[in-house]
């Protein structure tokens, strides 16, 4: 089982950046693959940045590449969602997750940090 707390969310500009942090309670970090969700009031739950196959890969949804960038620090078991040029439409909650890193879903989820992208 893993705890993940994330910060570092708030009210931004349009244009702005924020950098969300996730905390992850894991024995062994390494084993995880961690991920960022984000949704909107009225919208699925939709995928934005992931780590996946090789280790030191990514990946990105379409609406985001460019602008955000997900990394891990290993040591500190914490994960980074770096977003750039944020625009109203990015505005949701953000929820990390977490799982083993050959497994096919994402079993644990954190309770989400509000942003919200204002024009």
């Known amino acids: 089982q893993v705890q993940l707390v994330e910060s570092g969310g708030g009210l931004v500009p349009a244009g702005g950046s924020l950098r969300l942090s996730c905390a992850a309670s894991?024995?062994?970090?390494?084993?995880?693959?961690m991920g960022w969700f984000r949704q909107a009031p009225g919208k699925e739950r939709e995928f934005v940045a992931g780590?996946?196959?090789?280790?030191?890969?990514?990946g990105y949804a379409d609406s985001v590449t460019g602008r955000f960038t997900i990394t891990k620090a290993r040591a500190q078991n914490t994960v980074y969602l770096q977003m750039n040029s944020l625009k109203p439409e990015d505005t949701a909650m953000y929820y990390c997750?977490?799982?083993?890193?050959?497994?096919?879903?994402?079993?644990?989820w954190g309770q989400g940090t509000q942003v919200t992208v204002s024009s």
């Open positions: 997750a977490a799982k083993r890193v050959k497994t096919p879903t994402w079993t644990e």
């Open positions: 894991a024995h062994s970090f390494s084993l995880y693959a």
């Open positions: 780590t996946i196959g090789h280790p030191g890969g990514t």
